[in-house]
């Protein structure tokens, strides 16, 4: 079991326990997202995005640009998302769920 821990835990030896936490928060707030849209909640749009930003901001700066462009690229898209599924005329929804 000890040996399980190690190799779960050495890529994590030498980063900053700040960077940990950010990345630990990260992954918890894709999981509230991932919930929220299960459940058709527009809470999907900020716990998705504060966790597409985090990882925007790891991925710089562990030197990983590929992956923090698409970060950067979900983290728009849900800028649109949020304005598309947010929008109403005379208190309907114009875009609803389906």
Known sequence: MNQIFEYLSRPYQDLDIL??????????????????????????????????AIFVYLLFNAGLLGDMLINAYFFMVSIYGWYFWSQKKGGQILNPIL
Do not use: N, W
């Open 19 to 52: 960077d940990v936490t950010l990345e630990i928060f990260a992954v918890i707030l894709g999981l509230i997202s991932v919930y929220f849209a299960k459940k058709d909640k527009v809470l999907v749009y900020p716990t998705g995005m504060f966790s597409t």
